[in-house]
């Protein structure tokens, strides 16, 4: 069975960064596209950010774009999620998901597109 584990969450104030982990196995790792997503309280689930499973190609949700960075490691076959500068508005439940792709495929954005998830961490920024 896949699993995806996250961590990293916590409670911060504005301005402050995080990094948020994405755990899986060696295998997973290796031959999955991964994205981070995240639902503010009372909203609808959003894309924040993806890679691709070569790792040489990333995509970014408008809103987080130049404050978040997703990157992969291979030694420890983990994907993060790099916050920086965050807002109040980053408020929100984060997941990470993947999906097996061939290698050359590109980032994925749709969430539904994922076949995998992670049971998500909470992010809270206070002002």
């Known amino acids: 069975q896949v ?5 990293g969450g916590g409670l ?3 301005g402050d960064s995080l990094r948020l982990s994405c755990a899986t196995s060696r295998r997973m790792f290796s031959e999955h596209a991964v994205g981070w997503f995240r639902q503010p309280p009372g909203q609808e689930r959003e894309f924040v950010a993806a890679i691709s499973r070569s790792g040489g190609d990333t995509l970014y ?3 987080v774009k130049g404050r978040f ?3 992969r490691d291979k030694a420890k076959n983990t994907v993060y999620l790099q916050m920086n500068n965050l807002k109040p508005e980053d408020t929100a439940v984060y997941s990470c998901a993947s999906k097996r792709t061939i290698l050359t ?3 994925i954005v749709q969430a539904d597109s994922y076949d995998y998830w992670g049971q998500g961490t ?5 002002s």
């Open 105 to 107: 495929a590109p980032p």
């Open 69 to 71: 960075t997703i990157s």
């Open 12 to 14: 911060v104030q504005a």
């Open 61 to 63: 949700a408008d809103s």
């Open 3 to 7: 699993q995806l584990v996250e961590s």
């Open 122 to 126: 909470q992010v809270t920024v206070s």
